[in-house]
């Protein structure tokens, strides 16, 4: 860390603070001071290298503020699709020449930037990082704090840091056991609908979500990151969680807030008796219980993305799809998040579980969620996915019909051929097609 | 540092949530990727406002209720009120449309109680987003709203993001410096 992290006698902060205080090279933040923090790691993807070039180019800048500590990812567009992708991926490397790029996980190398950064350890416990992409916020799964600047990462390029206004910071302790069919995503869905809805007695705008309680114990990382995932849709500023024994074991500092740190609320919520969640077309902050949509008929359906990549996913999935087949009509695509992953899918079996069933494995990276480059919809069709979000046009089709599900859910639909709840698959084996 | 950002000009009065997208311009100017003032500035509030293009000089001010410019913080009308100089006092706005006005050079007030107080359109309006101090000088006025910080002060005086950058460029010569080529 670029400063030692500030003595708890000083002023209570939560973790979050903590992180962003060190980073700024002060002893205390409070909410709603505005600091410069240095982040440790700057991460763009292949979406917007050029778009920054270009902008900093017109401005005069000919090279960028310590490239060491810049990563560039192919994620967004893997396998070009066409020759004007190919010629982009060409200038993107040129930019990561001219400008001295020396961690550039380029296509095949590493997989989508929000989930093989904390599988390799290249984003550690107690960073602070600053990224282009909304969703980097993953990383506060293990203790991590990255923001996302958005296009203002010209300004980290350029000059290092960009500003940011210190959160506030709103506790949820997730109780209960999670029922049959739910996953950490469906908890995810439910969470932002509330939000969304005026439900919950917090705001959550801008806000830092830090979770705890007796459900989060036993989350693994994966559904850790689900839960990071969703609740970015909606605004929330970060989410945080305490890094685990495990989280720590490949490095990085475990920060802990101060016992009396200050919250601006702390909400119990109770998950014992949430069912499986369909989110609406719209956005993660639509979800209802999956018997209100069941039976919906679907084109398409995608496991993977930043929400839903990880190992845990495709392994809950696999074992609704063992031994059964995606139905005729249905075009499932499987996009392992990292090729890590990948590659302990196919050691594990799991990768011809899938094939067998009749899915279509793609590359790993963001897949049809980066605006349907690969697997997209056409007009008039429904999916169901676990993309990170599912407004009009995100995959391709601005009148497409996209819902979101958990991988089991998203499984389980394929399966069926319309929107169905894994407890209730009832098919043979390979019944379907 | 800037020592003062004030701002006068007369008012044009909106309620609350006002989203962006098919409110503050329309959403296809963002799909467009439109970054052309000439182009946005005749779309600025026209679907909630049609008289507004004709209404508006340079240099007004926007005053808004809760919630301005909710929905995705896409960046055209920003842009197209930066061209004109237009300049915002609301009770709230979320935090990335607010950081996405400032970063275009918009000056943004948030938590003025606009309900406590009868603004007409028209009305000329003076801010302090130093001290955080609107005065409705048409109807004899004082109310107070958060102040901007020195941080974003600065960066509002400078024109934004660019404007930042083309000072940082002007401060580090060094970065219109092509980096060595390695050996």
């Known amino acids: 860390m670029n400063a030692p992290f500030p003595s708890p006698a000083r ?23 505005v600091v410069s923090p240095d982040p440790e790691l700057v991460i763009i993807h292949d979406g917007y290298v050029e778009s920054a070039y270009n902008e900093l180019s017109q401005l005069g800048y000919k090279r960028i503020w310590r490239p060491e500590r810049v990563v560039f990812v192919t994620d967004h567009e893997v396998a070009y699709a066409s020759p004007a992708s190919a010629l982009r991926g060409t200038r993107i490397r040129r930019i990561a020449r001219e400008w001295g790029i020396t961690q550039f ?22 960073m602070f990082l600053s990224c282009y992409d909304m969703h980097c916020t993953n990383f506060g799964a293990v203790g ?12 980290v390029l350029a000059t290092g840091s960009v500003w940011e206004q210190v959160p506030h910071t709103v506790r949820i302790l997730l109780e209960g056991q999670q029922g049959a069919g739910v996953m950490a995503r469906d908890v995810g869905f439910h969470l932002s609908t509330l939000f969304a809805a005026g439900k919950l007695p917090a705001a959550h705008d801008n806000r830092i979500i830090e979770f705890s309680g007796d459900y989060v114990e036993r989350l693994p990382l994966a559904g850790r990151v689900a839960l990071c995932n969703s609740l970015t849709e909606i605004g929330v500023a970060n989410v945080w969680f305490t ?19 200050h919250y601006e609320a702390t909400l119990h919520v109770d998950i014992s008796h949430l069912v499986p969640q369909v989110a609406l077309p719209g956005g993660p902050q639509f979800g209802v219980d999956v018997d209100e949509v069941a039976g919906t008929h679907v084109d398409h359906a995608y496991l993977g993305a930043c929400g839903s990549g990880m190992y845990e996913d495709f392994a809950s999935a696999a074992a609704v799809l063992r031994d059964r087949a995606v139905a005729r009509h249905v075009r499932f695509f499987v996009v392992p998040g990292t090729v890590a992953t990948a590659q302990r899918l196919a050691n594990d079996g799991l990768l011809q579980v899938f094939q067998a069933a009749g899915a279509i494995v793609l590359p790993p990276g963001c897949g049809p969620c980066a605006g349907g480059v690969m697997g997209p919809l056409a007009d008039g069709e429904t999916s169901i996915s676990t993309a990170a979000t599912n407004h009009a046009g995100r995959f391709g089709s601005k009148t497409a019909q996209a819902y979101l599900g958990s991988p089991v859910t998203v499984a389980a639909s394929a399966i069926a051929g319309c929107i169905a709840d894994s407890r209730s698959l009832t098919l043979s084996p390979k019944g379907a097609r | 540092m800037t020592a003062r ?23 296809d100017m963002a799909i467009r990727r439109i970054d052309d003032p000439s182009i946005l500035v005749p779309e600025l509030f026209r679907q909630i406002d049609p008289a507004f293009h004709d209404r508006v000089r340079p240099g007004d001010i926007i005053v808004a209720g809760r919630n301005f410019c909710c929905g995705k913080p896409h960046l055209q009308g920003f842009i197209a009120m930066a061209s004109l100089g237009l300049s915002v006092v609301c009770t709230s706005m979320p935090y990335k449309a607010m950081r996405g ?15 406590a107080f009868p603004f007409k359109t028209g009305d000329d309006v003076e801010v302090d987003y130093t001290d955080g101090t609107v005065r409705n000088v048409s109807q004899a006025v004082s109310l107070t709203g958060e102040a901007l910080s020195a941080t974003l002060t600065d960066i509002v005086a400078e024109g934004g993001t660019r404007g930042q950058l083309r000072t940082w460029l002007r401060d580090h010569p060094i970065m219109s410096t092509e980096l060595p080529r390695p050996d």
């Open chain 1, 11 to 33: 002023a209570p902060m939560t973790a979050a603070e903590k992180v962003l205080a060190a980073a700024s090279g002060v002893l205390s933040v409070r909410p709603g001071d």
């Open chain 1, 105 to 126: 996980y380029d296509a095949g190398r590493g997989g989508h930037g929000h989930l093989f950064p904390l599988e390799q350890g290249l984003v550690r416990p107690g």
């Open chain 1, 144 to 155: 991590a704090l990255a923001v996302a600047a958005g296009a203002e990462i010209v300004s």
């Open chain 1, 243 to 261: 890094p685990t024994a495990s989280d720590l074991g490949k490095g990085g500092i475990g920060v802990t807030g101060d016992a009396d740190a």
């Open chain 2, 5 to 27: 950002l004030l701002r006068r000009g007369r008012c044009h009065v909106f309620g609350d949530d006002i989203p962006l997208d098919e409110g503050l311009i329309p959403f």
């Open chain 2, 101 to 115: 006005a400032v970063a275009k050079g918009v000056a943004v007030m948030t938590g003025v109680d606009i309900q």
